[in-house]
């Protein structure tokens, strides 16, 4: 299990995403009705998540075709599936609100 990166909160909700250099990669800003809208380092629009059953978040890419989903995982962790329901990772909560990362 490789450490892929970490996300951290920014001010009004947004999320900063880094890779495991630390490199600044993207980031999130809240949507409407609890989605989040993801955007690439340069600001360009990559995708959105939207919130699905059971609390559950759904992925989509910029086209809004579904990329993947994320659910509750054991003590607050979360993990990550692909469109064809393949468990792909998971995150792990850190400090002060930030996640890391893990591919699987």
């Avoid at 450490?3 to 409407?32: A, I, Q, T």
Wanted: glycine share 18%.
């Amino acid at each position: 299990m490789e450490k892929k990166g970490y996300s951290s909160r920014s001010w009004f909700g947004s999320v900063n995403h880094y890779d495991s250099h630390g490199k600044k990669v993207g980031h999130s800003s809240p949507g409407m009705f609890g989605s989040m809208n993801h955007y690439d380092e340069n600001g360009k629009k990559i995708g959105h998540s939207s919130p699905g059953m059971f609390g559950s978040m759904n992925h989509y890419d910029a086209h809004g075709n579904k990329v993947g989903r994320s659910s509750s995982g054991f003590f607050g962790s979360k993990n990550h599936y692909d469109d064809h329901g393949r468990k792909t990772g998971h995150s792990s909560p850190g400090m002060f609100g930030s996640w890391s990362h893990y591919d699987d």
